[in-house]
């Protein structure tokens, strides 16, 4: 018999189903994107609240996307973003922030991020619409 391991798990059988890490520094904001990201299908399968747990939990967890704030405690998300892009097998990123996106200039491009969603419009559909 096989063993699985923590990334075996992440795979499911369902083609849509996407392995998400949800990074915010406030627990309240990771609550409410788990819940809003688990009721559109995603599989929400680790939280950090900071850039290093970030980048920890990416390399341990191999989630296909990670749902990144901009405004971290350590290093930004947009160092935590280029570091996860870097590599070709790197997750997809999503920056969200309270702030406009306006606000960051040519940041969000710069970094290897798919995009940027206002944390007041984070949806299920919004993410599609970034990641197609």
Known sequence: MAVRTAVDLIVCDDDRTMSVLIVDDHATFRR??????EEAGYLVIGEAADGESALKAAAELAPAL???????????????????????????????????????GSLIDECGARGFLPKDELSGASLEALLR
């Open 32 to 37: 409410v994107a788990r819940t809003v990201l």
């Open 66 to 104: 990670v749902l990144l704030d901009v405004q971290l405690p350590d290093l930004d998300g947009f160092e935590v973003a280029s570091r996860l892009t870097a590599s070709p097998d790197g997750p997809a990123v999503v920056l969200v922030s309270s702030r406009d996106a306006a606000e960051y």
